[in-house]
């Protein structure tokens, strides 16, 4: 069976190594940004299962990015999991059409679980 493949935008560089340890343990491979604005390049190039996106990312912010990818026909399909301390985040992930949400600091069995089932959705489309 194929690994599914993860890709997480985030400026926190601790993040990013935070769950790409958590989510290589789980069995994913995962690829890391540190920015949006080239988020259809890196979408296309990486091909991901499942797109951690972080609401403050630069340049362009995660709602802008969430929203040019789901615009895109070719991957609009693609899960995203918006993650943010906000407190508004369902309103965020909302606004940016993110398919679902995870608040921050979260748990790392909650990152697990919500990534292995937006994968899981995948797998059907």
Not at 31 to 51: C, F, G, L, Y
Not at 95 to 108: E, I, W
Request: glycine content about 4%; charged content about 25%; hydrophobic content about 40%.
């Amino acid at each position: 069976m194929n690994r599914k493949k993860i890709l997480i935008f985030d400026d926190d560089v601790n993040i990013l190594e935070l769950c790409s340890i958590v989510l290589v343990d789980y069995g994913y491979d995962v690829e890391v940004s540190e920015t949006s604005h080239d988020i259809i390049e890196k979408v296309a190039q990486v091909n991901p299962d499942v797109i951690l996106m972080d609401n403050w990312i630069p340049d362009i912010g995660g709602i802008k990015a969430t929203q040019l990818l789901k615009s895109s026909s070719e991957f609009g399909h693609i899960p995203v999991i918006y993650f943010s301390a906000n407190n508004d985040i369902h309103l965020l992930a909302e606004t940016a059409g993110a398919d679902a949400y995870l608040s921050k600091p979260f748990d790392l069995t909650e990152l697990e679980s919500i990534v292995s089932e937006a994968a899981n959705k995948m797998k059907n489309g």
